[in-house]
């Protein structure tokens, strides 16, 4: 929209670069041309402001395939105003002298054009097309189609109008016809879920399998290793037994053999004392055998004298030292 001032009654316009401004004064063309700026009076001009900038056009349309099926079309044309004097001419884009607003809805003319336009060519070719084709393969006919038309239809160049580009998003069918054909894809893949997790089930019952095989033949080298154990524990204590035994043999024999020497010994120092004793015996009763009655009596008195008990003090009678004295009194005494 182009930008316009007041002053005294005078009007100033400023378009941009992307704009065509035409203006007549008194019928007379003045002002030509994009990008324009100019002072004017409003009761003497006529203006018209043409966008020459690209511009996207979305569109959504119903269609029928050749199968009775309704589908919607949705699509994005780019155009331009390539000859803006035509186009000028041809529809109405004049602008408010006071606001710089359009009179009318041009751009809106246009867009009914084009989406007719197009549509049009769509609808021809969907019509002689199937739904599963035109949803597998259609968006590119369909593209094809409206590109081609548009650049065909006369009245577009005779207007200004150049189409730019042309796109199809999409063609979609309707909610319940579209549910109807995800259906068999939808089991396609469940079934191809459900295969992959029977066989990753499969996977895993091998491999639980496998783990278990190889505890079981863990578990049965175990066991294998610990019988060995059991037996080399057994035969060791049994060979530590046969080894104590022959020890304890040895020991008891050689115990015997000290035995038999220490009480061999003992028997001949008895012997040989016994046989002391009775050489000394022989000889002391020899030589008490050789001796008198009265040294007898002295060494008989003597040793009782040695086996007495401790004697304190010792009283004699009279009787007994009268006798004792007599007796040594005597002349044949051995004594004297």
Not at 7 to 20: E, F
Not at 63 to 69: C, E, N, S, V
Not at 114 to 124: G, N
């Amino acid at each position: 929209m182009a930008d316009i001032t007041r002053r005294l009654g005078w009007r100033h316009l400023r378009s941009a670069p992307t704009a065509y401004v035409r203006h007549h004064r008194r019928g007379q063309l003045a002002h030509d041309g994009t990008g324009l700026s100019f002072w004017f009076r409003a009761l003497s001009a006529a203006l018209s402001e043409v966008p020459v900038d690209d511009r996207e056009l979305a569109m959504a349309f119903h269609a029928r395939t050749a199968d009775f099926q309704d589908v919607t079309v949705q699509a994005t044309v780019t155009y331009r105003i390539s000859d803006p004097g035509t186009a000028a001419g041809r529809i109405d884009f004049s602008v408010d002298p006071d606001t710089g607003a359009w009179r009318s809805a041009p751009l809106e003319q246009i867009a009914t054009l084009l989406t007719e336009t197009a549509q049009q060519h769509a609808l021809d070719v969907l019509a002689r097309t199937p739904l599963a084709a035109a949803l597998a393969d259609g968006v590119a006919s369909v593209r094809q189609r409206i590109s081609d038309g548009l650049a065909a239809e006369p009245r577009l160049p005779a207007t200004g109008i150049e189409v730019v580009a042309a796109r199809v998003v999409a063609i979609r069918p309707e909610a319940e016809v579209e549910r109807a054909l995800r259906t068999p894809a939808r089991e396609l893949i469940q079934q191809e879920a459900d295969r992959a997790t029977y066989e990753r089930r499969a996977v895993a019952v091998e491999r639980e399998r496998t783990i278990a095989e190889n505890e079981l033949a863990s578990r049965i080298e175990l066991a294998r290793r610990e019988e060995r154990l059991v037996e080399q524990h057994g035969t060791n204590a049994r060979r530590e037994a046969e080894e104590s035994a022959a020890a304890d043999a040895v020991r008891a024999e050689a115990e015997a053999r000290r035995i038999v020497k220490l009480a061999t010994a003992q028997a001949e120092a008895a012997r040989q004392t016994g046989e002391a004793r009775a050489a000394a015996q022989s000889a002391w009763l020899r030589v008490h055998g050789e001796v008198d009655a009265a040294t007898l009596h002295a060494l008989a008195a003597t040793r009782l004298a040695e086996n007495l008990p401790r004697v304190d003090s010792l009283t004699l009678s009279p009787d007994v030292l009268t006798g004792l004295l007599a007796k040594l009194g005597r002349p044949g005494d051995g004594s004297a």
